[in-house]
């Protein structure tokens, strides 16, 4: 149901929020000062030796600057305690002596209806559970006891059989009552051009994929046929299943890191992701009980950001083949930008053709847990993916691998950790270079991963500066000086590129832009980090307009904010450049065009980019297998794309045709020096 903000309010007000979390947490004396209501703990929610868990009375707030976490009293018991919302405003308002509001009729009907689809999710389970034990599931048990899984193991993760037929989970709830809109609700029907649903998961082992409150949302099945068109198959989007927020067997692999962080003080608590349904399930049953997977697809930022509220430093555990390492590579690129001080990654490698499952089923749990301790950081994976199996024989090459990482740390958002991350990389590119490793003229043939000075370690020993992330001279014509001494830029290195300039700037002068396509201009990503601060300012300013947004506006409010220095450098660089559609006294036709050819520009020049990161990814795992036939068509494509980049970072002419609507470019031209 739905709750008045003013009732909500009414609780934190009459409950602190210290006596909410003091109930599941000691307070370190210490740290804590009562008497401002201000508390520190060790965190509940990941393991920990000291408190870095912090609630504020007077704010109403916790947040624990290990793992990230932070909400209100509600959120608090939503997490703790596995709770819906309804449920924890129940008992913080029984704690806080208020009597619940009457519940809203509609919103009453929608939380019913969910509850009753998971009532029928929870009889689609039972019913594949039976099929499992019943003749016709004769031939999964088989398959199941040849994966080496016990009984035991079978009924803890409620595995089942959707027998081979058309209708039958459909008779069965509809035996039960259940209706057809709320089967097709669940995805357990499907239609594909025929007028009668039928039953999704057919001739398949049934994996449950719970919610964090241990209720089955979900479904993945894997075929028994060989000819199946997928081997695994999961459950479509519903109300209840979002696929990409969820994470196999999150709940369970939470409860071990928690139980673990407090048997071993904090030690060794952390969550392992794998990929697949078997690989958890296969090492739960050898005893490692803190492992989750995504749902067969690569990771995304929902479920990373579900592993760091389990663990401050998840291990990301990958099969031991080239798809392998090729899926660690996406994940440590999805990781990269979010790491902070106590949150990263770690990455553990297996043998070569070896998954968990077979790992712990053929060897036992020893050779994983050597896995385990084997882990890489995320900076050694960065390191080994841009400078293994490369040769750096010319200055050149040696330049290049240096602008890959450079590039590659920039994205760090958190400003600390990003220069830390700079320094890593110059003292392993210093010993990578040294004169130790590759002779006098500097040559050098990095042979693979962990050999010699310059290895997976990375760290020579040669000092002195030698190739670092020195600053180039600025792109910017005539502003760096000035954007540097503002604050809001961090150093030549950091100069925007002229096309993002001229997306940020031509909103700021033309703001009505913004609100003829909103959804596009606003999902814009910039690579600069200056710029991605001003459109954090902008886009709010131009929501609270509304239809009101002027240019007039927007510019007060990014004043106002500090953003004046940057914006007078910015469209200073667009008027140098004379890119005039981008400044304020261009007409209105003028500066649309001008900005749809500058974005248009903009969305191909990165999907180039992309599309060059993972054929240098597919060469790298082609070198690897020694796949000579496959190399030659990868390089060419690889050459085709990088010549298109470079003549696209060439274009100069990135606005054709202005003044033809407005007529008015001479006037400008001269009124500003032209």
Not at 259 to 263: D, E, L, N, R, V
Not at 568 to 587: C, F, I, K, P, S
Not at 604 to 610: D, E, H, Q, S
């Given at each position: ?11 934190r ?5 210290s ?34 868990f ?12 290990g ?6 009293h ?15 405003v129940?008992?913080?308002?029984d ?8 519940p ?9 209806e969910?509850a009753t ?8 389970t ?24 016990s009984?035991?193991?079978i ?5 089942g059989?959707?027998?081979?037929s ?11 009552g259940?209706?057809?809109e ?5 995805g357990?029907?499907v239609?594909?051009?025929v007028p ?10 049934m994996?449950?994929?719970?919610s964090?409150r ?7 099945g ?13 459950s479509?989007?519903t109300?209840?299943f ?14 071990a890191?928690q ?5 071993r ?21 050898a005893g ?5 997977a ?18 401050p ?7 031991g083949d080239?798809?392998g ?6 994940a ?9 001080p ?12 070896k ?7 053929q ?6 847990d ?22 750096f ?14 590039q590659?740390?920039?994205v760090?958002a ?9 320094q ?12 130790q490793r ?8 990095f ?25 180039n001279s ?7 000086d000035?954007?540097?001494?503002s ?38 990503d910039f ?6 601060r ?23 409010r ?7 220095p940057?914006v ?20 209105a036709e ?8 500058a ?63 407005s ?5 400008i ?6």
């Open positions: 149901m739905r709750f008045s903000n003013t009732f909500l309010d009414e609780i007000d009459r409950v602190p929020i006596a909410v979390i003091g109930r599941r947490v000691t307070w370190d004396r210490k740290k804590t000062n009562v008497s401002r209501g201000d508390y520190w703990a060790c965190c509940p929610f990941h393991g920990e030796k000291s408190p870095s912090h609630c504020e009375d007077r704010k109403g707030r916790y947040h624990c600057f793992c990230g976490v932070s909400g209100d509600f959120r608090f018991m939503q997490e703790i305690e596995g709770l819906s919302f309804p449920e924890a129940q008992q913080l308002a704690m806080a002596g208020i009597a619940m509001p009457q809203d009729v509609q919103a009453e009907r929608r939380e019913k969910r689809l998971l009532d029928v999710m929870e009889m689609a039972q019913f594949f559970q039976d099929q499992l034990q019943s003749a016709a599931g004769a031939r999964a048990r088989a398959y199941l006891r040849d994966r080496g899984l009984g035991r193991t009924e803890t993760f409620r595995l059989y959707a027998p081979e058309r209708n039958a989970l459909k008779e069965h709830l509809a035996s039960k259940v209706l057809k709320q089967m097709e609700a669940c357990l029907v239609h594909e051009n009668v649903s039928y039953d999704r998961f057919r001739d398949r082992i994996f449950p994929i719970l964090s241990d209720k089955v949302i979900a479904f993945g894997r075929a028994m046929s060989p000819d199946a068109m997928a081997k695994y198959l999961n479509n989007e109300e209840l979002h696929k990409g927020n969820v994470l196999y067997n999150f709940s369970r692999a939470r409860r890191v139980a673990q962080a407090k048997g003080d904090g030690e060794d608590a952390t969550v392992i992701a794998v990929e697949g349904y078997m690989d958890v399930i296969a090492l739960h049953q490692v009980e803190n492992a989750v995504p749902l067969g697809t690569a990771l995304t930022e929902n479920q990373l950001e579900l592993l760091w509220r389990m663990s430093q998840p291990v990301l555990c990958f099969d080239g798809a390492l090729r899926a660690a590579n996406r440590a690129d999805l990781a990269l930008p979010h790491i902070k106590g949150r990263s990654v770690s990455f553990a490698l297996l043998p070569d053709g998954d968990p499952d077979d790992l712990v089923r060897e036992g749990r020893a050779p994983f050597k896995v385990m301790a084997q882990a890489r950081p995320l900076a050694e994976m960065i390191w080994m993916r841009e400078a293994a199996n490369g040769t024989d010319t200055p050149e090459k040696r330049a290049e691998l240096e602008a890959r990482l450079k590659m740390v920039s760090i958190d400003e600390n950790v990003r220069r830390h991350y700079q890593d990389m110059r003292e392993r590119l210093n010993g990578f270079f040294s004169p590759g002779g006098r003229d500097g040559r050098t043939a042979s693979g991963p962990g050999r010699g000075q310059g290895g997976m370690n990375g760290r020579g020993r040669g000092g002195g500066q030698g190739p670092g992330f020195a600053g600025a792109r910017g014509l005539g502003v760096s000035r954007l540097a001494r604050g809001l830029v961090r150093g030549h290195q950091d100069l925007p590129a002229l096309r993002e300039v001229v997306l940020a700037i031509t909103i700021v002068n033309h703001p009505q832009l913004l609100l003829e396509d909103y959804d596009e201009i606003a999902a814009i690579e600069n980090r200056d710029l991605q001003l459109w954090s300012a902008v886009l709010p300013a131009a929501a609270t307009a509304g239809a009101n947004l002027s240019r007039e506006y927007l510019v007060g990014l004043f106002a904010e500090g953003f004046e940057l007078t450098a910015l469209d200073q660089q667009v008027r140098n450049a004379r890119l005039w559609t981008a400044t304020e006294q261009a007409a003028d500066a649309r065009e001008g900005y749809r050819q974005l248009s520009l903009h969305k191909r020049t990165k999907a180039l980019r992309i599309q060059r990161m993972e054929l240098e990814r597919e060469i790298a795992a082609v070198i690897e297998a020694g796949d000579e036939e496959t190399i030659q068509p990868l390089l060419r494509a690889l050459s085709e794309v990088q010549e298109e980049i470079v003549r696209m970072e060439n274009q100069e002419a990135i606005i054709d045709g202005f003044g033809v609507m007529g008015r470019v001479k006037g031209a001269a009124s500003h020096g032209s």
